[in-house]
């Protein structure tokens, strides 16, 4: 018989121990050890008759592999199908992340709406609402086809059968915390239930080429509730970002076996569900002020595609003994870092000065080639002397004060141009390459200060 016995998991990382111990060797975070019980199945001897002998694999040179185009079905939505590298892969296991009420089940409805419009088998199982309300949400969307199957069970088992039995091309769980095995006696979102219940969809995915989309919550920090090894267990891990009570959302790509993680998809929020923004760049600079100091447009690559975002900066005497600094959108340490070589390199007095920096539309960039839009920013508005509309900047600041090369200059470009820039601001290295533009001004500077002579 099977033997009982509890063992400790954290409930970070997943990592197993046979005692509770304070801080977990895995991923050293303190107080995430929580116990649990697990069954120990007896282990078959090779004399008895219940056990197989299977015939094991043997290596294959990797010369001798032949490859194969992957096949892509399109989900009807192009900013999904950008996120996924293309399309859905046959087989894949996708994890869909995000806060409660951001869009996630909305997304996946349309998509399965759009797929079971092209005659394709479609099982939507979702364990926190009931066929009712999934029908009230859809109804919203519009007609929907015979292909779209709903199931509302929570039992991995009775969920396997039902696969089994309806053979469908695409299944969404929706959540995967609410799901849990019987041959587990821990409680659903566990992160022994939340293991195995991944580890049995993996195997119903590869062994039946289904492909499968796992819901996933996300905690307080921003990470898929549960143990960290669910993330290494699926192909791709997709996670939608933005305010809940904004109409803007983001879908990126943080893993994808089939493609690119650069790539993000941009998503309105809208009363008959997520419409797609062909165009992010018009959309974030949309109602951007005219003739006032502390702003002016950057631009950062997101994959292959060229965002254009409003920089914001608000700089003032401060009345505290530690001025405050406050960043939205960005990253504030590297705020810091950039403040601190505009004093030490520009000349500029902004140790006594509060600094708030804002990502106009909500978005939030990392790529260092937002430094100069920043940087200009701060300058602008300490200075409260306005930059030109019609001015554009990109460069990484190192430093040193000097203003480093960027990649993919000459599309940055061609997009502030498509959206009737005239003048470009951006590291003498990557003159040439912006130059191949026509019919815009481009502004090559080797550190700060030509920077600041520039817009002053």
């Not at 790539?263 to 309105?268: Q, R």
């Not at 990392?366 to 460069?395: C, H, M, W, Y």
Request: hydrophobic letters at 40%; a neutral charge; one cysteine or more.
């Amino acid at each position: 018989m099977a033997k009982a016995k509890s063992v400790f998991f954290c409930q970070n990382c997943g990592y197993e121990s046979a005692k509770w111990m304070g801080q977990c060797p895995g991923c050293h975070e303190w107080n995430t050890f929580a116990e649990e019980p697990v069954v120990v199945q007896p282990s078959k001897k090779s004399g008895s008759p219940a056990a197989v002998k299977k015939e094991r694999p043997k290596p294959v040179q990797i010369t001798e592999i032949q490859i194969s185009e992957t096949a892509r079905t399109t989900t009807g939505i192009g900013e999904f199908d950008r996120v996924l590298g293309g399309g859905i892969v046959a087989g894949s296991l996708v994890l869909v992340g995000g806060d409660p009420g951001i869009g996630k089940s909305t997304l996946l409805l349309q998509t399965c709406r759009n797929l079971a419009g092209m005659n394709r088998k479609v099982l939507y199982i979702s364990g926190e609402e009931s066929l009712q309300q999934i029908k009230m949400r859809a109804e919203r969307m519009g007609k929907f086809s015979d292909s779209l199957l709903l199931l509302c069970e929570t039992n991995l088992e009775d969920i396997r059968e039902a696969i089994l039995r309806m053979m469908p091309e695409i299944v969404i769980i929706d959540s995967i915390q609410t799901m849990y095995n019987e041959n587990i006696s821990s409680a659903p979102g566990s992160v022994s239930q939340v293991r195995e219940t991944t580890g049995a969809l993996l195997q119903i995915a590869k062994g039946m080429n289904i492909t499968v989309f796992i819901v996933g919550h996300v905690t307080k920090e921003g990470v898929v509730a549960g143990p960290r090894v669910l993330e290494h267990m699926v192909d791709t891990v997709l996670y939608f970002e933005g305010d809940r009570h904004a109409i803007y959302r983001v879908l990126r790509s943080v893993k994808n076996r089939f493609g690119s993680t650069n790539e993000i998809g941009v998503f309105e929020m809208r009363n008959d569900g997520l419409a797609e923004v062909e165009n992010p760049s018009e959309y974030m600079l949309s109602g951007k002020p005219e003739g006032a100091s502390g702003s002016i447009v950057a631009c950062s690559m997101e994959g292959t595609r060229p965002v254009l975002i409003e920089v914001q900066a608000l700089v003032c005497r401060s009345n505290l003994a530690f001025p405050r600094r406050t960043a939205a959108g960005t990253d504030l340490n590297r705020v810091n870092l950039l403040m601190a070589v505009l004093e030490k390199r520009a000349g500029l007095q902004l140790s006594s000065c509060d600094a708030y920096i804002n990502i106009a539309g909500g978005i939030r960039m990392n790529e260092p080639a937002v430094d100069l839009g920043i940087v200009l920013a701060v300058i602008s508005s300490f200075r409260d002397q306005p930059i030109d509309e019609k001015t554009i900047a990109f460069g990484e600041v190192g430093l040193s004060g000097e203003v480093r090369a960027v990649s993919m200059a000459e599309q940055r470009t061609q997009e502030a141009k498509k959206l009737g820039f005239e003048t470009v601001i951006l590291p003498e290295v990557s003159r040439k390459q912006a130059e191949r533009v026509k019919g815009i001004r481009i502004v090559g500077v080797r550190n700060v200060r030509d920077a600041m002579s520039v817009i002053l």
